[in-house]
């Protein structure tokens, strides 16, 4: 498997959540991916993407360190 691009879509595995998700950037080893739907979880959370082979999802990547930011949602 290549190297993600722009515009790709992935599937992300986030701890137990699952969404989809668009390559925004990818700029050597790093790589800004948009969420279709919010997913709730904490920084530095292990995440697996996956991509779309023949009418099939294949993991591609297991990264345990790089979700690095998000909004922050206050406790009501």
């Known amino acids: 498997m290549g190297k993600l691009t722009k515009n790709e879509i ?3 595995n986030i701890g137990s ?5 668009r390559v925004l950037a990818v700029k050597a080893d790093l790589a800004k991916i948009g969420l279709t739907t919010p997913v709730c ?4 959370e292990k995440i697996a993407l ?3 082979v023949e009418k099939h999802w294949r ?3 297991f990264v345990s360190f790089s979700l ?5 949602v206050q406790e009501v």
């Open 10 to 12: 992935l599937m992300v």
């Open 59 to 61: 993991s591609v990547r």
């Open 50 to 52: 996956s991509r779309r």
């Open 41 to 44: 979880t904490e920084i530095g």
């Open 68 to 72: 690095k930011q998000g909004y922050l």
């Open 17 to 21: 959540l699952s969404s989809g998700g």
